[in-house]
């Protein structure tokens, strides 16, 4: 299974993560979700096939905008009449739409090793809160060939793989410039991500 052929599809993403991420996949998505306001506007940063918000946050939430490199997936929510950008935020020079609570989710090592410059845009876009779910205990290094591969694969948005990864203490590290706005800090069930809520800038 290539690269290609797992961003090509927003079915085959979603099955991959399934299986990487077991029966706790669910349960990753509602931790996050959670931490948004009942009638907040959304702001998503590399929001993928956009399960986060078609699933959990659509009927909760007054507005939504997520923004990806994959054009696929970002052609897909239009379709469906979701707000979804192409953006390559590693590129970007604008500022980000602003929002009641900004997101990102297990994407966050795309940006390093400047991943501050990303967080410093999330909480000047956000007006209430930003909200950063992060692996911590990489698929991707699985000692299990498979895994290992597949979790290699997930981790490249289309554009290219990214050699990096966080640690819970390498995260911890970075969220440190942040420590005045840290409202929340708790890892997901099965302990592979962990999440931070910042107040925003607003």
């Not at 290609?4 to 599809?9: A, E």
């Not at 090592?109 to 909200?131: K, N, S």
């Not at 990489?138 to 997930?154: E, F, I, K, M, Y």
Request: glycine letters at 10%; a positive charge; hydrophobic letters at 45%.
């Amino acid at each position: 299974m290539s690269t290609g052929i797992i961003y090509r599809s927003a079915h085959v993403y979603e099955v991959l993560m399934r299986s990487l991420y077991g029966r706790h996949y669910a349960a990753r998505m509602s931790a996050v979700a959670e931490q948004v306001p009942a009638g907040a506007s959304v702001v998503e940063l590399c929001c993928g096939p956009g399960t986060l918000y078609r699933r959990y946050l659509q009927a909760r939430t007054s507005s939504y905008i997520g923004l990806d490199v994959n054009g696929r997936f970002v052609a897909r929510l239009r379709r469906e009449g979701i707000d979804a950008r192409q953006v390559d935020l590693a590129a970007a020079a604008e500022p980000l739409p602003a929002a009641d609570v900004a997101i990102i989710q297990a994407s966050l090592y795309h940006f390093l090793p400047d991943a501050g410059q990303i967080v410093d845009l999330m909480v000047a876009a956000a007006r209430e809160r930003v909200i950063l779910s992060e692996p911590i205990r990489n698929l991707s290094t699985s000692d299990l060939p498979l895994v290992g591969r597949l979790g290699r694969q997930a981790a490249d948005p289309g554009v290219g793989g990214h050699a990096q990864r966080f640690t819970e203490q390498t995260l911890d590290a970075l969220m440190a410039a942040y420590r005045e706005r840290i409202i929340a800090a708790f890892a997901i069930p099965g302990g592979r991500e962990k999440v931070y809520v910042l107040a925003g800038g607003g």
